[in-house]
């Protein structure tokens, strides 16, 4: 579904990403790990193109896509849980899921019931500002909204970050749901490894911007990869 090839990315004069490659096959989760300040949050911005690369080939879906803006993404098929979760604060939580409908034609303009299945509580909450919710359902609101979407790749950067365990345990069992329909390629950035390693397909190690590890999960070992990836 996705591969991308010598992904190079600069902030100003400073070089962040060193010809990054990765692969992400639909049906299929792909975790981006390492320690940080290696690059994998600047890989995600560049990625669904919120911060333009400086070279390199992105091919989705068998279509090879140039640099372009997040929003021409967005309708190419590529959604993202952005570091943050990013959801607006004012907004109730019906009026930020209909966010995700500015990049779908006017006939998709409707919250799928999918969206409640797999995270119930925001049903509940739809009149409710999303600043008024806590940093869990924040974060179920923020994947929602992706979902909404419909996309080819989801790109899910550090989603378990201050989120309690019982909202954590949920987002791992909405991700395995996802991955089984099979239509979808996953990027997953985290720092929790044993969530990561759990619902690994394949591994991509970064450090110091570069690709030091590539493979599937049965390539390696925990304790083989555990060191590489903590401080």
């Not at 790749?153 to 989120?163: A, F, N, Q, S, W």
């Not at 450090?207 to 990869?225: C, I, N």
Request: net charge negative.
């Amino acid at each position: 579904m996705l591969n991308i090839e010598d992904f190079t990315l600069h902030y100003g004069h400073s070089q962040i990403l060193h010809g990054v490659s990765l692969d992400a096959q639909a049906g299929a989760v792909t975790c981006v790990m390492g320690t940080n300040g290696v690059g994998k949050t600047s890989l995600i911005r560049a990625i669904c193109g919120m911060h333009a690369r400086s070279g390199g080939r992105m091919v989705l879906d068998g279509e090879d896509l140039p640099p372009m803006s997040a929003h021409a993404l967005a309708k190419k098929g590529v959604a993202v849980v952005p570091q943050g979760r990013e959801i607006f604060p004012l907004l109730t939580v019906r009026e930020n899921l209909e966010t995700g409908f500015s990049c779908l034609p006017a006939a998709d303009h409707r919250i799928p019931d999918e969206v409640f299945d797999l995270f119930p509580i925001l049903k509940d909450f739809l009149d409710r500002r999303g600043g008024d919710l806590s940093g869990g359902q924040q974060q179920q609101l923020a994947i929602a909204r992706a979902i909404i979407t419909r996309p080819k790749l989801l790109l899910l950067d550090e989603p378990t970050e201050g989120i309690q365990p019982n909202i954590i345990q949920q987002i791992g069992d909405v991700i395995r749901l996802l991955r089984g329909k099979g239509d979808m390629a996953i990027v997953l950035v985290e720092q929790y490894f044993d969530f990561a390693y759990d619902l690994a397909d394949s591994i991509v190690v970064l450090r110091r911007g570069e690709v030091v590890f590539s493979g599937r999960k049965s390539d390696t070992s925990r304790a083989e990869l555990l060191p590489q990836v903590s401080v």
